[in-house]
């Protein structure tokens, strides 16, 4: 393991106090350090004032500014909030919170990022590592914050952390043991501003890591890398590729058989190389291929991505709320047969372009509900695809009328290719709601 650096001084200004925000703030007052703990909204914040944490809600936080030394970021706090503009003027440190806490983190650290599948490899990740028999602790994006695992996880325990573009770009030193980069297409353009921002952001997770760290991509991604770390790359046996697909459907691992691509039991072409990208990481960090060939055979996927959640009058009824840009709902659409969808899509658009989507859509859809506040820009990016398309407004109105339309051997999708945020909380909060009416129906 590679020698993390010393963590900035205290005092801390923690800005930002979601789930993330308030596990910094109580794993640093935990160590002594003097936290005032910021926010411009009402979270929930019991936690922190039993503890003892200074807590405050109002005003834009910038007159807490000149007697700190540190500034700690959640991933959901803009770099224009006033607060992080007069940190960064005073010359003040800010990291976020994953950085924080690998500071403090002795054991072995994976890194997972990517625009589509994380969730998905980090929790096949978790489910290698256990599958065999190593400890592992799965955090990040995924639920978990890292802060919450400092002192809590043996010295042998691997941390594999699914890494957002909002995490990585608060780091300062980070240089995890193991980084993987799915994919990398349009997405968050309403925060990074330019597509090249975006992918400069992920490209964080590699650009410290040193000769004795592994580096994981796919061969056409592998030149983009930054860092001096070992390359091991996934594709196709003509790429050349350390994890490879042949055409009879084969995969190896440096030549040497591994696994049969229809063994692997998450569904669709997306999850084979979001299963070769896992195997990969385990597979250059030792762990043995029978382990991993298992846990290929048996991870069953994640809530809220391709989640079946029952079937009602011979029509299956798929949760993927997770896919909050359009990428990830071309995926998902890949994944069924032709004109046997009903898809509900809709929600913040997050400055795409939902034209690219429109043939997928004419090829995969029978029809198309749509939700929340992008659904006109979706319908006239979509009106090309000459299948029917409803403003049925909330996820209640979408499903009845999906139910009212679909057939036995048909698919009603929650795959809203849009964030969730003009209607729920999260894409969990909105896939959560999808699944109770589905089996409320």
Known sequence: MSRRPALPGGPYLVVGLARSGIAAALLLHARGERVIALDAGTPDVERLRAAGVEVHLDGPGTDFVSDQRTLVKSPGVPHSAPVVAAARERGLPVLGEVELSWSLLPNEFIAVTGTNGKTTTTELLGH???????????????????????????????VVCETSSYQLEDTLAFAP????????????????????????????AFRRQDSGDVAVTSTALAELLPGRARRVTFGTVADGATIALHPDGAITWEGAPLIASEEIRIRGPHNRENAMAAAGVALARGIEPDAVREALRTFAGVAHRLEPIRELDGVAYVNDSKATNVDATQVALRSFAPHTVHLIAGGVPKAQDFTPLAPLVAERCAAVYLIGEGAQEIAAAWEPAGVPMFDARDMAGALLAARAASQPGETVLLSPACASFDQYENFEARGDHFRRLVEEA
């Open 128 to 158: 290698v590592h256990r599958t065999a028999g190593l400890p592992v602790a799965v955090a990040g994006n995924v639920g978990t914050a890292v802060a919450s695992l400092v002192g809590a996880l043996e010295p042998a325990a691997t």
């Open 177 to 204: 043991e193991a980084a993987l980069l799915l994919n990398v297409t349009p997405d968050h353009l309403d925060r990074h501003g330019t597509f090249e921002a975006y992918r400069d952001a992920k490209l964080e």
